[in-house]
């Protein structure tokens, strides 16, 4: 594996891969900066770009969009008060309470620093990590395998949604459509309904765009626009005192933002909450947090970029998406031939590593682009809705039928905008079911070859030469019992 990392450094010092990666970081920003549009959305627009590319380019194009995104919906959480992203509400409590204060550009250099930080230093604890635990996950059976595919099922349906039962149902929901097609194992078509083009199933690209972006498209055209008062960039730049005043609280959240980004199902958001109320009941002056306090603008901006590095830990050793974000990673790494999982540092090693790599170095770009830019995306806020909207649809169908050029990926590109539409409505969080899909098929192969090496008495096999496996599966539901209590702790309101 150091030789494959040895290579992979070689691999990642490629001119247009830190292009394209640049790129990516600006056009996450970009959609980031402009409120009601998400990283999401900017994700599964930008996807089928990536297709076009080689890996060790496409995926750090991507990788650039996704930490540019988050960076970028701080940018109208602290202008307007409109987060860019879910992540950027616990932003916007200090945000712009500094901006009515006449000190928005402290508070967006706060942002950008802290992000970059917090980013860095995730992606250098990933890159360190993942040498044990690939050596590790290397030395599973197709048991082993099940019952972790399993877990990490239960723990994303515990911790999607307020109501586990929908996102229960949701995940069954995905894992039945992952079915359709011809079973890996026997070669029957299931499920097909005598339509030729589900023979090979469904694909996944236009799954993608279709529950996530169309959604989020609607979303932006229902919410009434108004009349956005700019608030311009003003104030005194931050100073290096400020900074390390708030170092320590960066630190911590850093340290909460990479811990949950190795959990499957938490993300974000989540994190930039934990990491803004450890700061606020670790401060000496809890008080001043929500009435324009730094240190809470940097203990939620640390956090929500930490998460980044660390969940590409169970992505590329399991094949197991942390949230909807690198759920649609899994998609181009699918899509490049490149299938997460056990074999794949085996196979594609010096790929792998290139592309961690690369991730580690986008953040300088991040601090460059992030730092000359702060002044033209704080004036996106006032760009109307209404003339963005269409070029996103445009590119979400453009986007789906070049990848195949198969009219029937449109089709399905509509009938799950409809379907995500509807779960919208009726508050069925979509990211179970994508995740039961993607999950689906390796979980389903593993168990098979698991009853097949149990000979007909797979619990006595497992009991017998696989018994670490076998607790783990019994102890899954009482896992995903407990995680789910412990959410609605730490997500009620207060």
């Given at each position: 594996?150091?030789?494959?990392?040895?290579?992979?450094?070689?691999?990642?010092?490629?001119?247009?891969?830190?292009?394209?990666?640049?790129?990516?970081?600006?056009?996450?920003?970009?959609?980031?900066?402009?409120?009601?549009?998400?990283?999401?959305?900017?994700?599964?627009?930008?996807?089928?770009?990536?297709?076009?590319?080689?890996?060790?380019?496409?995926?750090?194009?991507?990788?650039?969009?996704?930490?540019?995104?988050?960076?970028?919906?701080?940018?109208?959480?602290?202008?307007?008060?409109?987060?860019?992203?879910?992540?950027?509400?616990?932003?916007s409590r200090d945000g712009y309470k500094l901006t009515q204060q006449g000190k928005s550009r402290k508070a967006l250099d706060m942002a950008l620093?802290?992000?970059?930080?917090?980013?860095?230093?995730?992606?250098?604890?990933?890159?360190?990590?993942?040498?044990?635990?690939?050596?590790?996950?290397?030395?599973?059976?197709?048991?082993?395998?099940?019952?972790?595919?399993?877990?990490?099922?239960?723990?994303?349906?515990?911790?999607?949604?307020?109501?586990?039962?929908?996102?229960?149902?949701?995940?069954a929901l995905g894992l039945w459509l992952s079915f359709i097609g011809t079973d890996p194992l026997g070669g029957v078509e299931r499920f097909t309904?005598?339509?030729?083009?589900?023979?090979?199933?469904?694909?996944?690209?236009?799954?993608?765009?279709?529950?996530?972006?169309?959604?989020?498209?609607?979303?932006?055209?229902?919410?009434?626009?108004?009349?956005?008062?700019?608030?311009?960039?003003?104030?005194?730049?931050?100073?290096?005192?400020?900074?390390?005043?708030?170092?320590?609280?960066?630190?911590?959240?850093?340290?909460?933002?990479?811990?949950?980004?190795?959990?499957?199902?938490?993300?974000?958001?989540?994190?930039?909450?934990?990491?803004?109320?450890?700061?606020?009941?670790?401060?000496?002056?809890?008080?001043?947090?929500?009435?324009?306090?730094?240190?809470?603008?940097?203990?939620?901006?640390?956090?929500?970029?930490?998460?980044?590095?660390?969940?590409?830990?169970?992505?590329?050793?399991?094949?197991?998406?942390?949230?909807?974000?690198?759920?649609?990673?899994?998609?181009?790494?699918?899509?490049?031939?490149?299938?997460?999982?056990?074999?794949?540092?085996?196979?594609?090693?010096?790929?792998?590593?290139?592309?961690?790599?690369?991730?580690?170095?986008?953040?300088?770009?991040?601090?460059?682009?992030?730092?000359?830019?702060?002044?033209?995306?704080?004036?996106?806020?006032?760009?109307?809705?209404?003339?963005?909207?269409?070029?996103?649809?445009?590119?979400?169908?453009?986007?789906?039928?070049?990848?195949?050029?198969?009219?029937?990926?449109?089709?399905?590109?509509?009938?799950?905008?409809?379907?995500?539409?509807?779960?919208?409505?009726?508050?069925?969080?979509?990211?179970?079911?994508?995740?039961?899909?993607?999950?689906?098929?390796?979980?389903?192969?593993?168990?098979?070859?698991?009853?097949?090496?149990?000979?007909?008495?797979?619990?006595?096999?497992?009991?017998?030469?696989?018994?670490?496996?076998?607790?783990?599966?019994?102890?899954?539901?009482?896992?995903?019992?407990?995680?789910?209590?412990?959410?609605?702790?730490?997500?009620?309101?207060?």
């Open positions: 594996m150091l030789e494959e990392f040895i290579t992979g450094f070689g691999m990642a010092m490629r001119l247009d891969t830190f292009a394209f990666m640049a790129a990516g970081l600006f056009g996450g920003m970009l959609v980031g900066a402009l409120p009601g549009f998400t990283t999401l959305m900017a994700m599964a627009i930008l996807l089928p770009i990536s297709f076009f590319l080689e890996p060790i380019v496409g995926i750090p194009f991507l990788l650039g969009v996704y930490k540019g995104g988050i960076f970028g919906g701080s940018i109208p959480a602290i202008l307007v008060s409109m987060p860019g992203t879910g992540a950027a509400v616990a932003t620093f802290s992000s970059v930080f917090g980013d860095t230093s995730s992606d250098i604890f990933t890159l360190l990590m993942i040498f044990p635990i690939a050596f590790l996950v290397m030395q599973f059976g197709p048991p082993e395998l099940f019952v972790v595919l399993l877990l990490s099922l239960v723990i994303i349906a515990a911790t999607s949604g307020e109501n586990p039962v929908k996102s229960l149902l949701m995940m309904f005598g339509i030729f083009d589900l023979k090979s199933g469904i694909p996944l690209l236009p799954m993608l765009i279709g529950v996530f972006a169309i959604p989020e498209v609607a979303g932006v055209v229902m919410r009434s626009e108004g009349v956005r008062q700019l608030s311009s960039l003003v104030g005194e730049r931050l100073s290096f005192k400020e900074f390390r005043a708030s170092f320590k609280t960066i630190c911590r959240s850093t340290a909460i933002g990479a811990g949950i980004g190795t959990i499957p199902g938490l993300g974000q958001v989540v994190a930039a909450m934990m990491g803004y109320a450890a700061a606020k009941n670790a401060s000496d002056h809890p008080e001043t947090f929500g009435e324009g306090e730094l240190e809470g603008i940097a203990a939620a901006e640390a956090a929500n970029n930490a998460v980044n590095g660390p969940t590409m830990v169970p992505l590329l050793t399991l094949g197991i998406p942390g949230d909807n974000v690198t759920a649609i990673l899994l998609g181009a790494f699918v899509a490049q031939g490149l299938r997460p999982g056990p074999q794949l540092f085996e196979e594609q090693g010096a790929t792998v590593f290139a592309i961690l790599i690369a991730m580690v170095f986008a953040n300088i770009l991040f601090l460059g682009i992030g730092y000359l830019s702060i002044p033209f995306f704080s004036r996106l806020v006032q760009i109307k809705t209404s003339i963005l909207i269409p070029i996103v649809i445009m590119f979400a169908f453009a986007g789906t039928f070049v990848f195949r050029s198969d009219n029937f990926d449109l089709l399905m590109l509509v009938a799950f905008g409809i379907f995500g539409l509807i779960a919208r409505a009726g508050k069925f969080d979509v990211m179970p079911m994508v995740m039961g899909f993607i999950l689906g098929p390796p979980m389903e192969y593993a168990f098979g070859q698991m009853v097949a090496m149990g000979n007909g008495s797979t619990m006595a096999f497992m009991f017998e030469e696989r018994l670490p496996a076998l607790c783990v599966l019994l102890a899954t539901p009482v896992i995903g019992l407990f995680l789910w209590k412990r959410m609605q702790t730490v997500t009620k309101p207060k």
